[in-house]
């Protein structure tokens, strides 16, 4: 076997690892024993299991918070505990919000997490003040999703 070389990156939530070895160029390896360790530790960590859904939602400020606004948006990514979702509006991270589902409930949540796409609407992640599973008005939720 001739020598290689190690390059490691992550995509999205995911982990790879990329070998290069004589003669065969640069491919994608399994993940080590102790990757496969971390990546099961951190997902047993997380409080509910996400799913990319698309749920339309009304967003604004309260009062209190700043400037008043009202947003329609849509969710990228939604869980028992909150959402990601992609927000024209400026929010700041700690920022207090309500979200609107299509059926007019509101709940209280967060800024927890910030991504400022160089174009188009900024990624934002919401947590809120407490968990709602029902808030999403999926027929059958994940089994974590229990409040």
């Not at 604004?60 to 990228?76: D, I, M, N, V, W």
């Not at 927000?87 to 309500?98: D, H, I, N, S, Y």
């Not at 939720?141 to 229990?146: G, I, K, V």
Request: charged share 25%; glycine share 6%; proline share 7%.
């Amino acid at each position: 076997m001739g020598r290689f070389h190690g390059l490691r990156y992550i995509a999205g939530t995911r982990l790879y690892d990329m070998e290069w070895r004589r003669g065969y160029g640069c491919h994608p390896d399994f993940m080590s024993d102790q990757q496969l360790t971390n990546t099961k530790r951190w997902s047993k960590e997380r409080r509910s299991q996400r799913i990319d859904l698309t749920v339309p939602v009304v967003v604004h400020r309260p009062l209190k918070e700043g400037p008043q606004f009202y947003e329609r948006a849509q969710t990228l990514v939604v869980n028992a505990h909150g959402a990601l979702m992609a927000l024209a509006e400026r929010v700041t991270p700690k920022q207090m919000l309500f979200i609107q589902n299509i059926d007019g409930e509101q709940k209280e949540c967060r800024v927890v997490y910030i991504e400022k796409e160089l174009a188009g609407p900024t990624k934002v992640a919401v947590e809120f003040t407490r968990p709602a599973p029902s808030f999403w008005r999926i027929a059958y939720p994940p089994t974590d999703w229990t409040a």
